[in-house]
């Protein structure tokens, strides 16, 4: 776990719920807590209507506002976007410098609304990796939100599950050749406790829009008992009726954690 993500996790309101296993809603709780979503079809969307790539992303950046406003409203305490992978660098330089840009647009021109709304924004990623700017521009707006508790905002940002467990690893070997931890109390809480997301509840909702079925390298140890729902709704055309369209599948499936049917019991 970065210094910089346990910086932000910490008196979170989901700080206070134990990370790592399997865990049953709250009582009576039909709504998931925290969802996650993989915004995808940005490029699909744009290319359809004959623009540039990069008007896609600009038009999604639309559909987080839609998104963001509606969470709290919809009982949402957590939501966490997918906004640039540890893969997406391999993208033309053009767009990714597109990104990093839209990035920054976002921290200046959304956080005087954001902090209105008790949003707090956290990041989920090598954040020590991102360009220098766009670095001091996201560690900016999480400072200037921390203390919100409305709605948890995650931006995965330079993310990839492979390069978090590889953190995570790193800090626990770090942890054990100083004889803080002995290896035999290595557990599943450990893992957990050291991923950028320590601290946090896993999500119970992983949303998928653009109609792909993966996981992208996104959540992999978080996401192992969440419900999944993919849209081929493209991310820019993604709004609250969507959202809610998730909701009301969620509150149908029976989430089992590995047990039996309730009838079965
Ligand atoms: C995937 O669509 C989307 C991304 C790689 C970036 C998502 C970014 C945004 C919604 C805007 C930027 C966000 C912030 C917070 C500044 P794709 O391009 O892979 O779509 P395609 O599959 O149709 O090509």
Redesign the pocket.
């Given at each position: 776990m970065s210094e910089t993500n346990s910086r932000y996790t910490n008196g979170s309101p989901a700080a206070q719920v134990p990370a790592g296993t399997p865990q049953a809603p709250a009582g009576g709780r039909s709504g998931p807590r925290h969802v996650a979503i993989i915004?995808?079809?940005?490029?699909?969307?744009a290319t359809e209507r004959g623009l540039p790539?990069v008007a896609?992303?600009r038009a999604?950046?639309e559909?987080?506002r839609r998104v963001v406003k509606a969470c709290p409203e919809l009982g949402i305490e957590i939501l966490t976007?997918?906004?640039?992978?540890t893969e997406?660098w391999k993208r033309p330089r053009d767009e990714v410098n597109a990104?990093m840009n839209?990035?920054v647009e976002?921290c200046r021109k959304e956080v005087d609304e954001l902090d209105r709304n008790g949003v707090r924004i956290q990041v989920l990623g090598r954040v020590a990796e991102l360009p220098e700017l766009q670095r001091r521009e996201v560690e900016r707006a999480v400072e200037r939100t921390r203390h919100n508790r409305r709605l948890i905002l995650n931006?995965a940002l330079n993310y990839g599950s492979h390069a978090e467990l590889v953190d995570a690893f790193k800090a626990i070997l770090a942890r054990v050749l100083a004889g803080e931890l002995d290896p035999s109390q290595i557990d599943e809480q450990t893992i957990a406790a050291h991923l950028y997301t320590a601290g946090m509840p896993d999500p119970d909702l992983v949303i998928r829009t653009?109609g792909e079925y993966r996981l992208s390298n996104f959540l992999l140890w978080q996401a192992a008992y969440a419900e999944l729902w993919v849209t081929p709704v493209?991310?820019p055309e993604f709004d609250r009726c969507h959202l809610e369209q998730a909701l009301a599948e969620y509150a149908r499936r029976e989430r089992r954690f590995g047990g039996v049917p309730a009838r079965g019991r």
């Open positions: 915004m995808d079809g940005n490029g699909r969307w790539r896609g992303h999604g950046i559909a987080i976007l997918y906004a640039f992978s997406n990104l839209l990035l976002y931006l653009g493209y991310w």
